[in-house]
């Protein structure tokens, strides 16, 4: 298709609808997403959602679109977790659940899904399996790409960001075309704080004790798919479809 999915189903919820209907199949994708930050898992949505013709479900895609729409365009739920982001608090559980239910035409979406933010928490993953058992709904699996600790200290604390136009560059994997300026505007390139080793480190600490129990759940149930996110965006591409070849047969 030349034109791309603006997903306002999810987006917006209610009864928007999405400008490009999803191609009905048999056995659509359904997907939950889990990486830590740096592994890449972005691209890897991209990657999947292009190629296997599934939609994106982004729960932070549906907090940062809600300061764009009107009253009239939010629902509760989204009420609810516009205040608590205007406040600076963390969204809570059971809002994030309502958001997710008021978007349940999504999960049934014919083309399938991939959701991405959600489940963050075990009590999360059991509304979510919930919903979906009340649904008629099967995941398909769940996707975690995982990378040594080491390696994700390297990407990350690689990155360099322009304070003017927020491009950002990498000193060895995408390095400007001169070393600490902006290609694009010209600034001065400058390390973030969250950037810097020891709080990447702090960071993942956070990630994985907060993450273990959702991906015990997960693999108890015998659904989840550990990738390695080592390598280029196609070898993991490619590592996935492999990954998920494999788990289908073994079912």
């Not at 999947?48 to 982004?58: A, K, N, V, W």
């Not at 990407?155 to 950002?168: E, N």
């Amino acid at each position: 298709m030349s034109e791309k999915n603006d997903r306002a189903t999810w987006i917006k919820g209610g009864q928007a609808q999405c400008n490009v209907p999803p191609v009905p199949r048999d056995k659509p994708p359904r997907f939950v997403l889990l990486g830590a930050p740096g592994v890449g898992k972005g691209t890897q949505a991209e990657l999947l959602c292009e190629r296997l013709g599934t939609c994106h479900l982004s729960t932070g895609d549906v907090f940062r679109a809600a300061r764009c729409l009107t009253p009239e365009e939010r629902s509760p739920a989204l009420d609810a977790a516009l205040d608590y982001m205007q406040r600076g608090d963390l969204v809570p559980d059971t809002t994030v659940l309502d958001l997710v239910r008021e978007r349940t035409r999504c999960l049934r979406c014919g083309g399938g899904f991939l959701l991405d933010g959600f489940p963050r928490t075990v009590a999360q993953a059991e509304a979510l399996s919930n919903l979906l058992e009340r649904e008629q709904i099967k995941l398909t699996a769940v996707l975690n790409y995982d990378l040594a600790l080491d390696k994700v200290v390297a990407r990350l604390s690689g990155r360099r960001t322009c304070p003017g136009c927020k491009a950002v560059f990498h000193v060895t994997a995408r390095p400007p075309k001169v070393a600490g300026v902006c290609d694009h505007c010209g600034g001065s390139l400058y390390q973030r704080e969250d950037d810097r080793p020891e709080a990447i480190r702090n960071r993942m600490e956070v990630y994985q004790k907060s993450t273990k129990p959702l991906i015990d759940f997960y693999q108890q149930r015998g659904v989840l798919v550990t990738i390695e996110a080592e390598g280029t965006p196609e070898e993991i591409y490619e590592r996935t479809l492999v990954a998920l070849n494999g788990n289908a047969t073994s079912k």
